[in-house]
């Protein structure tokens, strides 16, 4: 159990992250609905790709101490950054990949039970590849920001034959305060794709 954040559930403050300036990070909120489309179960090996600031696959390791999670980023300062947060929540079951996907998937392990790809420059390409790697019931969740990437991840979940596919794009507000105000602030949107191998 991590001191930080000593509770069963999920939901960790935005604020008790380490983050970098221009590097975005999911909302807490936004989380909350990931977690819950990801259907981990204890056990379960969850790959992150484009892991950003680890703030998902912090929760997941949170929640499934016994599972494992591997979170792919790109990027070496904010990779650094994900296993910076990771003692931030004294965490072991995370492993922290700097690479670019697809072509750092083949040299992941252990094999995952769910993959979580969140956009990414080429996505069909990187759902393509990740897909290879999944067994059959394992699951694929995806988030995307525009129209365009909507169309893509659609495009290829039915190349690809997902199964089980649920789609949303939530609306979220948070009390924010500005000046002698408090005002809520919309969350910025974002679409959440999720389906099956069968």
């Known amino acids: ?3 930080l954040w000593p509770y069963a559930t999920p939901g960790i403050p935005d604020a008790l992250f380490e983050q970098l300036p221009g590097i975005p990070l999911s909302s807490r909120e936004v ?11 204890p056990t379960d090996v969850l790959w992150d790709i484009g ?7 912090i929760e997941a390791a949170l929640m499934c101490r016994s599972g494992q999670v591997v979170a792919v980023e790109r990027d070496e300062d904010v990779a ?9 929540f004294d965490l072991s079951n995370v492993t922290v990949v700097q690479g670019s996907a697809p072509e750092i998937l083949a040299t992941l392990s252990p094999s995952p039970n769910c993959i979580f790809v969140e956009g990414g420059r080429s996505l069909k390409t990187i759902l393509q590849s990740a897909w290879d790697y999944l067994p059959s ?14 169309y893509s991840v659609s495009e290829t979940f ?7 596919i649920e789609a949303a794009q939530p609306a979220v507000n948070r009390l924010e305060v500005k000046g002698n105000h408090q005002v809520f602030t919309a969350v910025d949107p974002i679409f959440i794709l999720s389906g099956e191998k069968v």
């Open 158 to 164: 039915a190349h690809l034959q997902v199964r089980n």
């Open 137 to 150: 019931g394992g699951r694929l969740v995806v988030t995307v920001g525009n129209l365009e990437g909507l």
């Open 31 to 41: 989380r909350l609905l990931l977690l819950g489309y990801l259907r981990l179960r």
């Open 80 to 88: 650094d950054l994900i296993r910076r947060n990771c003692q931030r």
């Open 1 to 3: 159990m991590s001191t």
């Open 51 to 57: 892991a950003g600031t680890g703030t998902l696959a």
